[in-house]
């Protein structure tokens, strides 16, 4: 079946822009996290969604960060004001409840010029 | 929260099995033990978990020892496709940040033909 779909795989952006990427969660999955890793690095936590509570922020570094989930489904990061330091592959997964498996995205890589 | 120490490369030769370490010394009671893997340009892929008592699958197995402190992820024939990051992580049962799952840098395993 389909897994987790992120778009764009890649994005190259201008310092200053704001760059919107996409998550497509696997159908049914309740929970749907952000994570986001530096070359070489693990992964970071940024930003987690169950059903319809609100949503664990405490990752996002800064409040050029903003996430959203519409209807319990897609989600949608957004960064405004892009920095170089934002340059990044920005992974999300979903799973089909809390504390089940996640099942991951490839990621979108994202390059601030 | 709590966390996991893993070394940071091993390598094995292909068809022989392969121990993969982990430890987690201030695991509390409910923490489940996850592992993930990690091929290269991928999303982490999950690989297995427990909480208490060893678990096998189509995978890999997981050990868990007795005081739940460490654990040791078993590869039991490595091939060139096992070559990876394999993340050890704890998930928190109750109560916290479920969404914050910490991923470490995890172990870089490389398999010589």
């Known amino acids: 079946g389909a897994g987790v779909s992120q778009s764009p795989s890649n994005k190259v952006t201008e310092k200053g822009k704001d760059v919107e990427l996409r998550c497509d969660p696997i159908s049914g999955h309740t929970a749907l996290y952000w994570y986001r890793q530096s070359l070489g690095q693990g992964l970071e936590f940024l930003i987690y969604f169950q059903g319809n509570s609100a949503p664990d922020k405490s990752g996002l570094p800064s409040d050029r960060f903003s996430a959203e989930r519409t209807g319990g489904s897609v989600s949608t990061l957004t960064i405004q004001r892009t920095q170089q330091e934002d340059s990044a592959v920005y992974l999300c997964?979903?799973?089909?409840?809390?504390?089940?498996?996640?099942?991951f995205g490839n990621g979108t890589r994202l390059t601030v010029t | 929260d709590a966390k996991t120490t893993q070394p940071n490369s091993m390598e094995s030769n292909e068809e022989e099995p392969v121990h993969l370490p982990c430890n987690h010394s201030t695991i509390s009671g409910t923490d489940y033990i996850h592992w993930y893997r990690q091929l290269p340009s991928q999303g982490p892929e999950y690989v297995i978990h427990?909480?208490?008592s060893n678990v096998n699958n189509r995978m890999a197995s997981l050990a868990i020892a007795e005081d739940r402190k460490s654990s040791t992820l078993i590869l039991h024939r490595a091939t060139l496709r096992d070559a990876a990051v394999y993340y050890c992580?704890?998930?928190?049962?109750?109560?916290?940040?479920?969404?914050?799952?910490?991923f470490g840098k995890g172990t870089k395993l490389s398999v010589k033909p």
């Open positions: 992580i704890l998930d928190p049962f109750y109560g916290g940040s479920q969404g914050n799952l910490i």
């Open positions: 427990g909480l208490t």
């Open positions: 997964a979903s799973s089909l409840s809390a504390n089940s498996p996640l099942h």
